[in-house]
């Protein structure tokens, strides 16, 4: 193997990844699993479990409390959001968010690294590290493109494992 001479490393396209720790507000894991009884449950990427449908993001308790938290990201749209309840064995098949800019996952309740999120580029670059488990707790917001393939694995425990998501879309 040669000596590298006059090289240049660049790193360009990283993905962003922000998780905002904000408290979680009193109340809200009752609340989702109101929302739970209330609203029948859809099929979309969950695999057992429990999915709300589309709601009102206006109408949510808690709407304030999220966007004040993303006051640092340029001007955005959001219209709806969705209630995820998983169970001893339930998980989210991978998927991206068509249609918006950034997803954005509440947690009610600690994930205990049951959040995947998949290297963007992993078809094309598939002998780099492909894959981040990301442990996060009850009350954190986790932000991240839409597009990036992402998934959530089957729950171990016997207590329900709870999110909120919801899309953004920069109108810059």
Not at 48 to 58: A, E
Not at 66 to 88: A, C, S, T
Not at 127 to 152: M, Q, R, W
């Amino acid at each position: 193997m040669g000596i590298v001479i006059n090289t240049e490393f660049h790193e360009l396209f990283a993905t962003p990844l922000w998780i905002l720790k904000p408290e979680l507000p009193e109340g809200a894991y009752e609340w989702a699993l109101n929302i739970e009884q209330s609203y029948e449950s859809e099929k979309v990427s969950n695999r057992g479990g429990y999915q709300s449908p589309r709601l009102p993001m206006n109408d949510m308790p808690y709407k304030d409390h999220l966007l004040g938290q993303l006051d640092f990201f340029p001007e955005f749209h959001y219209d709806n959001y969705w209630v995820n309840i998983n169970r001893k064995g339930d998980y989210n098949l991978k998927h991206t968010h068509p249609l918006s800019d950034f997803a954005v996952v509440w947690n009610i309740t600690h994930n205990r690294n049951k959040l995947v999120i998949q290297n963007p580029l992993n078809h094309s670059r598939h002998k780099n590290n492909d894959e981040k488990e990301l442990n996060i707790k009850a009350g954190h917001i986790t932000v991240f493109p839409s597009d990036v393939p992402h998934y959530v694995e089957p729950h171990d425990l016997d207590i329900p494992r709870i999110s909120v998501a919801f899309n953004i879309t920069t109108t810059d």
